[in-house]
């Protein structure tokens, strides 16, 4: 399990076959957690590389709904059928914000 302030390490130049699902949370803007494809290069060289082989949906996903304070930083996300990451907003919303449907966040990468 996770918890805020961790950092999950990915070795550069790796090719990670699969989705990575994100279910923790931080806990805010200096606890978050992080997800590190090797940014300082302190792990090989280059970037840690997801692929989907185009069959999987999404490199990183929230699948929970409830998942903040986050980064994602320093891959390659490649061969995935829709985006590279996709979370799920539930809460908070504003009272006045109509709840019919829950608010998709997709970040492309290249």
């Not at 931080?26 to 992080?34: A, Y």
Request: proline share 5%; net charge positive; with cysteine.
């Amino acid at each position: 399990m996770l918890k805020a302030g961790d950092t999950v390490f990915f070795r550069g130049n790796v090719v990670y076959k699969g989705t990575i699902s994100v279910k923790w949370s931080g806990s805010g803007t200096d606890s978050q957690i992080v997800y590190d494809g090797n940014a300082a290069r302190t792990w090989d060289t280059g970037k840690a590389i997801i692929d989907g082989e185009n069959l999987r949906s999404r490199g990183f996903i929230s699948p929970a709904g409830t998942v903040g304070f986050i980064t994602i930083r320093n891959f390659e996300i490649r061969n995935m059928k829709y985006t590279g990451v996709a979370c799920r907003a539930v809460q908070p919303f504003p009272s006045t914000m109509p709840r019919a449907s829950p608010l998709w966040i997709v970040f492309f990468t290249t």
